[in-house]
């Protein structure tokens, strides 16, 4: 099978390639490192074909397709690192994610399976747990405008798609969220704030391992891949002070909810049950540790948010 994986230096798409390659799929990958890792990626494997480019370049992009003709497209690639930059989101999230379909369409791909946010149902969803049913709320951040364009382009498409509605996924190679920020400042003896918020963790290779089910066939439309529980926020702070094994550290700030902030999010994964059928879901604990090993190997080259949040100095 021929699978081209955008993003592919990024948290998702790298553990979504390690299973195509390890089983001797023929892999085409394409990254601009705005927020992905080289070393993702295996260096020297005769399956995998590397381009470091945008999706945004049509003409690469029209090339690619001609030239690979993927079976199968898994579009992980995404804008978000600069809450501020609107004209990067849609040139990546908007124009990239067009590109993609339409060649999609020109050559026939089988099946397109695309990562969508959460948050194109608010920063407050109306149902907790939030079912694949809830109206789109997409107006609270650049990255959800313009992730939930592809999305909407590619339910009038004609294609055969999937679309994962994910909340929070981590695990290693995870540069994003509340999981990056809190093993740096730990590290450096520094005091996190904590807020009082739940939310829906997800092992990435979890993931990974649905993603994979999906591009072999399982699947139509949207789903939510969640194991059904929310998690605490000081849960994970606690998760991964245990995982650094630190006696000595500044103990949280608690922050009461903002105005602007759900008391949980969790994500109703019924459909998902019922169509991909039993699923893996690692304990807290375990995904921690395999994040904070990597870190400390890797180091952590990110931390950023999708929207505007704050740490004390
Ligand atoms: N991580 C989460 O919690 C989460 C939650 C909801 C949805 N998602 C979605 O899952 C997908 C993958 O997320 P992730 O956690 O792997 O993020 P990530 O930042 O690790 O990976 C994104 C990758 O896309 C690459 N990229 C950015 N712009 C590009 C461009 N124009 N052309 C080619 N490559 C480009 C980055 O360099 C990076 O390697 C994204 O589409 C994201 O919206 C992630």
Redesign the pocket.
Known sequence: MKIFI??????????IADIHLARGDEVLA????????RL?LPENNSKLTFVE?????KELIENLFGDFKPDVLV???????DPENWY?DM???GV?GVNLIKSSMDNDVKRFI??????TYGVTPVENPITLGHPKNPANSS?AIS?TTTEDYLEISGLDYVT???????GP?????PLPIFYERLKSGKKCFVTEARRDF?Y?KDLAAVAVKAADGTGHGPYHVSSGSDIAIIELYDAIVKALKLNDYPEPDLRPLGDDEAASILLDPVKTFTDFGEINFTPLSETITAAVEYYDEYGVH?G?T?LKQSQPE
């Open positions: 955008t993003g592919g230096c990024g948290q998702i798409g790298s553990h394409i990254d601009n490192f705005e927020t992905g890792r993702h480019g945008s999706i945004a370049d579009h992980t690639a995404c804008s978000y690192k990067g040139l990546t999230n990239g695309y990562f969508q946010t959460a948050l990255y992730k994962f509605r994910l909340a929070n996924v981590i190679r995870n540069v994003s969220g997800l990435v990110g950023y999708h």
